[in-house]
């Protein structure tokens, strides 16, 4: 079975500085792993995505994510946080093709500080 | 292109009264999704479907149904309504295999009273 944790419930950092959002995943095939954002009141959008090509992926509004087999992680990381960037994030993983194989995270609350 | 639709936006049933939350895709994607989010829950899944003509529980299935109605319409009703059914509900659409994302609605916000 596939599992997700999102090791931080809600992140505090200060605009311009940079943010880290962990996710560790376990699965028992090669998975593909997602980070979505939701901010308030709207629907989820994809920030990126990795899906065993380079272990490195870049996403929109300047966020990436690095999966690390070996740490089973694929952590969210940003540069310099923006005031636009308070929201919540979830990590997703999917082992399986059909409709089911998806297993979300609990999600994360990144608040920034002016 | 407008991607995933759901009607209505917001919604207040009175407890027992049904309902059906209306869901549209147009990316021609075999599987839908209804999930219902909740604070500190994240989004649990309630039916899914994986083609026109099928469709399966998820974790919280209880107390909806559901109707792929066919390849763009997925919808979701609540026969009798309860208090613990005030949630947002989501509904996404994904292509095939596992390295496909999902695209989600804006939700509907559902109060019951």
């Known amino acids: 079975a596939q599992s997700v944790t999102q090791l931080d419930s809600h992140v505090s950092v200060s605009e311009g500085t940079p943010v880290l959002l962990r996710c560790n995943y376990s699965s028992s095939y090669s998975p593909s792993l997602f980070w979505y954002v939701q901010h308030p009141n709207k629907g989820l959008q994809l920030l990126l995505k990795?899906?065993?090509?380079?272990?490195l992926v870049k996403g929109i509004n300047g966020f990436e994510a690095e999966f690390k087999k070996s740490e089973t992680s694929f952590h969210l990381t940003k540069p310099s946080a923006h005031m636009s960037d308070a929201a919540e994030y979830f990590c997703?993983?999917?082992?399986?093709?059909?409709?089911?194989?998806?297993?979300f995270g609990k999600g994360t609350h990144l608040i920034i500080q002016p | 292109n407008a991607g995933v639709t759901q009607t209505p936006k917001f919604q207040v049933l009175k407890t027992g009264q049904s309902m059906t939350l209306q869901c549209a895709q147009d990316m021609n994607h075999n599987s839908m999704y209804w999930y219902r989010q909740d604070p500190g829950m994240g989004l649990r899944l309630i039916y899914y479907s994986a083609s026109e003509g099928t469709t399966d529980k998820g974790e919280v299935p209880n107390g909806y149904n559901v109707s792929r109605l066919n390849k763009r319409e997925f919808s979701l009703r609540l026969e009798s309504a309860a208090p613990s059914q005030t949630s947002v509900y989501f509904c996404?659409?994904?292509?095939?295999?596992?390295?496909?994302?999902?695209?989600f609605g804006p939700g509907t916000r559902l109060t019951v009273t």
């Open positions: 997703v993983v999917s082992d399986r093709g059909g409709a089911d194989g998806l297993t």
């Open positions: 990795y899906t065993s090509a380079a272990t």
């Open positions: 996404a659409s994904k292509g095939p295999g596992q390295h496909y994302e999902q695209y």
